[in-house]
């Protein structure tokens, strides 16, 4: 019933920027937040950037002053913008949700970014 879609994906240069979007269809009303996460290879799999329905925002220390969280809610849609792009941001980003006691019940199927250099 709830399905969320990423796109935005893709290879990049170090240095450059990349737009993720985060399409939420279903009943979507219940969630406390929204995240992205990202699982690199041989790495733990990490929360980047979190928001709340009120706008509030969270960052990992990795990405903070460089990658920015926002949503849409006309659209139904959450976005990550991602600038200043290293290699270790290499990694499948995904969307997901997190409930008010922290569980995170619907994921989407994840988009590949790779930055090169």
């Known amino acids: 019933q709830v399905q969320l879609v990423e796109s935005g994906g893709g290879l990049v240069q170090a240095g450059e920027s990349l737009r993720l979007s985060c399409a939420a269809s279903g009943s979507i009303y219940s969630f406390y937040r929204m995240g992205w996460s990202r699982q690199a290879p041989g790495k733990q799999r990490e929360l980047v950037a979190a928001i709340t329905r009120g706008g509030s925002t969270y960052y990992a220390d990795s990405v903070k002053g460089r990658f920015t969280i926002s949503s849409d809610n006309t659209k139904n849609t959450v976005y990550l913008q991602m600038n200043s792009l290293k290699p270790d941001d290499t990694a499948v980003y995904y969307c997901?949700?997190?409930?008010?006691?922290?569980?995170?019940?619907?994921w989407g199927q994840g988009t590949q970014v790779t930055v090169s250099s």
């Open positions: 997901h949700s997190i409930t008010l006691s922290g569980r995170s019940d619907y």
